[in-house]
Each structure stands twice: as C-alpha cells, then as structure tokens.
C-alpha cells in the first residue's frame, strides 16, 4: 500500500507539474511516451527495453481496460466485430511460450511483414478459421509472443465474428514498442520533476 500511495502522489506531483502535456493513464500510446500508462508500464517491469503501446485504433475498437503492477502489465479491447475481449496484451519480463513456433525475421505468411519489430523474436501459436460464406463466423485464437531484452509481450486473441480475416493485419498495423530510450528521453523532456518505481497495483478502466 506505501507503494502505490507513493506511485499517486507522483502522478499528482507530474499532472500539476506537466499540466500541458495531456497525460493519459489508460491510453498507452506510441506517439505519447511520456503517457502514464507508459510510465506505469516501465515501472511494472522495470527491466523491459520496449513495452507495448498502440498508434491509433481500428474503427469499431475500444480500449476496454489497462492494469499494471509489479512484475506484469496488460490491455485489453473490444471490438463490434471481433468480440468483447477480443484481443488482450501482456508484458512481463519473461513468459512461456510453449509449443509455439519461432517465426524467422522478415517476411512470413502466418504473421504480417509489419510485426517484425527490430530486437524482437517471435512465436506463434494461433488456430484460425476464415469464413467463406456470406454470413458464416469465423475465429483466430491463440497468442504472438514477442521476446526481447528484459521482456516479453504476448498478444493473446479469441476473436470471432465475420471479419476476422483482416485481423492480425489490422493489429500490425496498430500496435507497437515503445523504446525505454525513448520514453527516458521524451520523460525527461516533458516532466524532469518525475520518477519512476515499482508499482504495486493501479488500475484504470475507461467509463462505458
């Protein structure tokens, strides 16, 4: 509990400092690295050089929840299309990836070009059903993991719906890293009075 008390009052201490910098605490987005949910997601695990982010959201998206404490942090979405949790997120600093199959840097037909960050390697593990009749319901389940220094972010999938075809397309394009380069420099930058520490628990849901 002093933990978090104290992970408040820095979040108080940096909105009074930084008040022009539109933190968001449940929105880690790319282009807002100095965003508190960033900023808890690098506390959270603290050894992490990227931790997961996204740049925008497909129509018919909703950030549905975010939770960070001590050793794990995680998103999840909603989608009219591809189902209430459709897809969640998770950083920890390490996982197991099982029975998935390391995909090969570059271009590979089971995941798009565009998930091929640098300083990553990646696993797959997905069962996938595409309709091929007007009005049939197709599903992509099972989890991309994405190791690297420090860390390691699953994305974990139970889509369903017509749609789900342009799935892991659709989240290649949306969803990335954040450097922890980039995140000291842009913290640095926006609000030098803050600091970071560990996170016991703090959790933040949007309003319906």
């Known amino acids: 509990m002093r933990r978090l008390i104290s992970l408040v009052a820095i979040v108080g201490l940096c909105v009074s400092a930084c008040g022009g910098a539109q933190l968001a605490v449940g929105e880690p987005r790319c282009d807002s690295a100095a965003g508190w949910a960033v900023l808890l997601e690098f506390q959270a695990v603290p050894s992490a050089d990227l931790v997961p982010c996204f740049h925008g959201l497909q129509e018919g998206w909703e950030v549905a929840g975010f939770e960070a404490r001590d050793g794990k942090a995680r998103l999840w979405f909603n989608s009219g299309l591809d189902g209430s949790r459709f897809l969640e997120i998770l950083l920890e600093e390490t996982c197991e990836v099982g029975d998935a199959e ?3 840097p570059g271009r590979d037909p089971r995941l798009p070009l565009a998930s091929d ?5 990646r696993y797959i593990a997905i069962e996938r059903f595409t309709p091929t009749k007007v009005g049939e319901s197709g ?13 390691c972010v699953t994305y974990v999938f139970n889509a369903a719906g017509s749609e789900v075809e342009g799935l892991p397309d659709q989240v290649a394009e949306w969803l990335g890293f954040v450097p922890r380069s980039v995140y000291a420099q842009q913290l640095q930058e926006d609000c030098p009075e803050c600091s970071t520490g560990g996170a016991e628990r703090l959790t933040h849901q949007p309003s319906p």
């Open 102 to 104: 390391m995909v090969p």
């Open 139 to 151: 599903f992509y389940r099972g989890s991309w993991f994405f190791q690297f220094a420090g860390g």
């Open 117 to 121: 960050y640098p300083g990553t390697t």
